[in-house]
């Protein structure tokens, strides 16, 4: 009960920081990984981390994300044969930095159900939950007009959200003071960690420049194709 008090005190800032966000329509920086990865929960009794990491990448936005990984323990006595597929979930927490594009499946947000889909409301906060494929359910959860939750989950007998949601401790989530800080500069860090294999840690600069020119060659392509 809590959690979800958490969730909807911060669902309450979405307007103040989608109005910041918009009058400044510059780049803005992100959190950091190690952030984020505070957010995500511990693995649960019963399950195993399969994967632990987070990162920053840049490609017209500026933005990092952090997931976890968790695998059901299933014993198999000797001999015994193979059971079911166990199941397996996956969160991820995004920080857009505001970016309104990656926001764009929020706007206009009603609660409604169709066959595959469902928008749907987890206290006061928005979320959109598919079936991609058979065994498999996503869900994405919209958090301070900034943050996406996304969860997956494979081969659970009764997809629920809910419980793995409270397992996030939205209390380390970031909070900003005053404006976003504006990615300035060409040049921008990005930061790979990785909690299970540390040696794969690293963290390097790349021009903005690169992206830049990218889509101006993406587009004389699409252009070209067009005529």
């Known amino acids: 009960m809590k959690t979800l008090s958490r969730l909807a005190l911060i669902a309450l800032s979405a307007t103040i920081l989608s109005a910041a966000h918009a009058q400044n329509p ?4 992100p959190f950091q990984p190690t952030q984020l990865l505070a957010v995500l929960p511990e693995v649960p009794t019963g399950w195993t981390t399969r994967r632990s990491d987070g990162m ?7 933005k990092a994300e952090a997931t976890r990984t968790f695998r059901e323990t299933v014993p198999t006595a000797p001999g015994a044969p193979a059971s079911a597929a166990p199941q397996e979930v996956e969160i991820r927490l995004v920080d857009t930095a505001g970016y309104q594009p990656a926001l764009v ?7 409604e159900k169709s066959p595959g889909l469902e928008k749907r ?6 979320a959109i939950i598919s079936t991609p494929e058979p065994g498999v359910t996503f869900g994405q959860v919209l958090v301070s007009a900034r943050y996406l ?3 997956k989950l494979t081969n ?11 397992l996030l401790h939205f209390d380390h989530l970031p909070v900003l003071e005053g404006q976003p800080p504006a990615l ?10 990785d909690e299970l294999n540390p040696q794969k840690n690293r963290q390097t600069v790349v021009s903005r420049n690169i992206y830049r020119n990218r ?3 993406q587009a004389g392509e699409d252009s070209d194709a067009a005529q």
């Open 184 to 193: 300035v500069g060409n040049k921008v860090a990005l930061v790979y960690v």
């Open 149 to 151: 939750v996304e969860i």
């Open 156 to 166: 659970a007998p009764k997809p629920d959200f809910e419980p793995w949601l409270r």
């Open 215 to 217: 889509r101006v060659v």
């Open 26 to 29: 510059r780049p803005h920086v």
């Open 121 to 126: 409301l987890f206290g006061s906060l928005p």
């Open 56 to 62: 920053t990448t840049f490609s017209g936005s500026y």
């Open 105 to 111: 499946s929020f706007l206009e947000f009603q609660p």
